[in-house]
């Protein structure tokens, strides 16, 4: 049991970065400096990509354990 609310709390926690990194991708286009532009841009990029892949994995991995039956 304690391994399905700790996954599950772990694709909470991506999520909320991945809608962080959305909002700041947002953010980004409303900037007018080009070097803040790049900054921001390539970091909300690169937060959207890595929370994107957790999310995906927790979710792959919980599917996984519940179509074999198992409780790890």
């Known amino acids: 049991m304690f391994w399905w609310v700790r996954f599950i709390i772990f694709s909470g926690i991506s999520l909320f970065f991945l809608e962080f990194g959305i909002e700041e991708m947002i953010r ?3 900037v007018k400096h ?3 532009f ?8 690169f937060i959207i990509l890595i929370s994107g892949t957790l999310f995906v994995a927790f979710i792959w ?3 996984s354990h519940f179509k074999e ?4």
């Open 38 to 45: 790049l900054a921001s841009f390539f970091s909300s990029s």
């Open 34 to 36: 080009p070097g803040e």
């Open 28 to 30: 980004a286009y409303q």
């Open 61 to 63: 991995r919980m599917v």
């Open 69 to 72: 039956g198992k409780e790890p």
